[in-house]
């Protein structure tokens, strides 16, 4: 079966996608660019005037990619029976020579997401040339993925994960299929979709959650991290940028595994940059290990276990992001370092910053590995980061968990015991892995985000990174090798510490730019409480006469001057709705509710209005209650000292 090019419209098209494709996907668009007409399928004209190609399915036997009488009207009966009400997200699986891809672009809204899964570049390359796709690529709302590996597709919707959550629907064209090697391909992708739409779940719920917790540590913190930010911070973080450049770095956790080669640390002590994470620290101290860095980020009180009794004498060096629990700051003897963080940064405009930026961590590991990387270290090496439960532990025996559970410790109830139930616990999220070995593991959903998000920054990083863990999940971009190996390898000699200025430590006093700051945004949250208090009724207005353009229009003439007030305050209006995140996430389903539902203009205008009104009380709430409790961490002043010492 013999089939001929697409003609003079053919190449039309091909140079309007392609045009497009370059400025969104400069790689893909050169591949696709390069292919040659031998090597693309031939294409048939079908009854309808649009294509069809013959193809090979896995077996080898021929079959068409499309209907030979009417390509598109076959595209609209596959579209028609998939549900598209609601959903944000889109997997494409297979769409041959884009018809299915066409249907499903004009049915579903405009701000949803498309991701189109086709490991054939031939069969992609003469799709450019049989549909007009310019402006969905160019808005970048439709994305090719061409590649099964997981790293790929996590950098193909960098920082647009979070709409999973919302709701992803798929589409599979059977023909697409049945091609040869298409099979595995797309049974990878789906898989990898589940994980994603996993870790973005869990991403929602953790900011929605801890959003108000979060905030709050934030502000408590502030004259911490104010001081931080000044002069004095030359130090600290700032000064450390690049200071270890090609040196060694291993960071510690204090998975299960930690207990089969942590004797081998006190050798690399002053031969590699060691970083601990928080539940680490005490364990490496107690085998006289002193890490160089300690990592903390936790909002929860329950992290001060890890800092409790420590040596005065410690020099490890705290590196904390602000939200963390103020009793980490005042437990911790040693120097103090905080991350940038932009929430701080927005409630303190008056003071200026110097302290260095690093990517937002899920866990006090994920900021460890990117503290090496500011460091400058190559390689980084990875010891007791299992993310699972490896020989059934959930824990390093010997954390501060274990004091906890002490006093329920009996020849009835081992240590192994409470860390087994601590497992099961989780069995409704638990799934099984394959771990470093290729053996099945357990694991659970929170910690299965964690290593989705360190495979994606493992795929993003110039540094060489081995996992010298032995054991615990595989970690796709992290060479397996054992630590004794790794230590020869790469600590051999003395690294060289750079010479830093003192720390000066904060203990408290007046903080008049802290001060003046606050009282800004505390009358800058009372305005906004009074401009969603003087917007409520016109609101309600609107609603109760939807039907009266004219009384309708001259409410929302009045409520025209509020919102440009509003705008006026939109940094603090932000830090506001932080404090109320489920409120915002609500006001984002409404609005995808919306674009996603077939209405009349004054239905439509009702929603918005109803959606509006709950928003607009949410938002007075929250000024409220931000404006209160910043005014209560002014109150506390110079009295508390912001929390006391432990800060620089």
Request: hydrophobic content about 40%; charged content about 25%; some cysteine.
């Amino acid at each position: 079966m013999e089939g001929g090019g697409t003609g003079a419209e053919g190449a039309r098209l091909l140079a309007a996608n392609l045009g497009a494709l370059f400025s969104a996907d400069l790689r893909l668009a050169r591949e696709l660019d390069e292919l040659v007409e031998g090597e693309l399928p031939g294409v048939v004209a079908t009854r309808s005037g649009h294509f069809t190609a013959p193809v090979s399915d896995a077996g080898g036997r021929p079959m068409w990619l499309h209907s030979r009488h009417d390509p598109m009207d076959e595209a609209r009966r596959l579209i028609a029976s998939t549900e598209v009400g609601g959903k944000v997200w889109f997997a494409v699986h297979g769409t041959g020579l884009g018809y299915p891809l066409v249907e499903l672009i004009s049915r579903v809204p405009a701000d949803s997401m498309i991701l189109l899964f086709e490991p054939s570049m031939p069969v992609l390359r003469r799709m450019l040339e049989c549909v007009d796709l310019a402006k969905a690529i160019k808005s970048k709302r439709l994305t090719f993925v061409t590649s099964a590996e997981k790293a790929a597709l996590f950098t193909a919707i960098a920082n647009r994960t979070v709409l999973l959550s919302m709701g992803m629907a798929s589409v599979s064209h059977p023909p697409s299929q049945r091609m040869v090697g298409a099979g595995a391909f797309h049974e990878a992708c789906r898989g990898h979709m589940t994980d994603l739409a996993s870790f973005s779940r869990t991403s929602l719920n953790t900011v929605v959650l801890n959003g108000r917790r979060t905030a709050e540590n934030i502000v408590r913190n502030l004259r911490r991290y104010a001081h931080s930010a000044g002069a004095t911070a030359t130090g600290g973080l700032a000064a450390l940028s690049g200071a270890y450049a090609g040196a060694p770095a291993i960071v510690v956790s204090a998975g299960p595994s930690l207990r089969k080669n942590k004797h081998l640390l006190p050798a690399a002590k002053g031969r590699a940059v060691i970083i601990a994470v928080q539940t680490a620290l005490k364990p490496l101290l107690d085998i006289g290990v002193e890490p160089d860095f300690v990592t903390s980020l936790d909002y929860h009180d329950i992290s001060a276990r890890f800092f409790e009794n420590l040596p005065k004498s410690l020099g490890t060096h705290l590196v904390a992001e602000p939200k963390a629990t103020r009793r980490v700051l005042d437990l911790h003897p040693g120097p103090v370092s905080f991350v940038a963080n932009d929430y701080a940064d927005s409630l303190l405009r008056g003071v200026p910053n110097k302290i260095p930026k690093l990517p937002a961590g899920a866990t006090v590991a994920h900021l460890a590995f990117y503290l090496a990387r500011f460091l400058g270290c190559d390689p980084i090496m990875f010891v007791g980061q299992d993310l699972g439960f490896s020989d059934g532990l959930a824990y390093l025996p010997g954390t501060a968990y274990d004091e906890v559970w002490r006093p329920e410790y009996s020849r009835f109830c081992s240590a192994e015991m409470k860390q087994w139930e601590q497992i099961v616990r989780e069995r409704p999220i638990l799934r099984r892995i394959p771990d470093v070995r290729g053996m099945p593991m357990y694991t659970e959903e929170r910690l299965f985000t964690y290593l989705q998000q360190f495979e994606r920054d493992f795929a993003d990083s110039p540094q060489k990174i081995f996992d010298c863990t032995e054991g615990g999940a595989l970690k796709k971009g992290a060479a397996p090798m054992a630590l004794a190996e790794a230590l020869e390898r790469f600590c051999g000699k003395a690294i060289v510490a750079p010479k830093l200025a003192a720390h000066v430590r904060f203990e408290g006093g007046a903080t008049p730019e802290v001060d003046a700051d606050l009282e800004k945004r505390i009358a800058e949250a009372d305005q906004i409480a009074e401009i969603s208090g003087q917007t409520l009724p016109l609101l309600a207005e609107i609603r109760d006469h939807i039907t009266d353009q004219v009384r309708v229009n001259r409410a929302i003439a009045r409520i025209d001057p509020l919102r440009s007030r509003m705008n006026e305050l939109g940094p603090t209006y932000d830090l506001v709705t932080h404090f109320t995140q489920s409120s915002e996430l609500k006001r984002f389903e409404a609005d995808l509710a919306l674009s996603a539902t077939a209405l009349s203009p004054t239905e439509k205008q009702r929603m918005q209005v109803r959606r509006d009104l709950l928003n607009c009380e949410a938002i007075r709430a929250a000024a409220r209650e931000f404006s209160a409790f910043l005014s209560e961490v002014l109150r506390e002043g110079a009295t508390a000292g912001g929390g006391g010492g432990g800060a620089q």
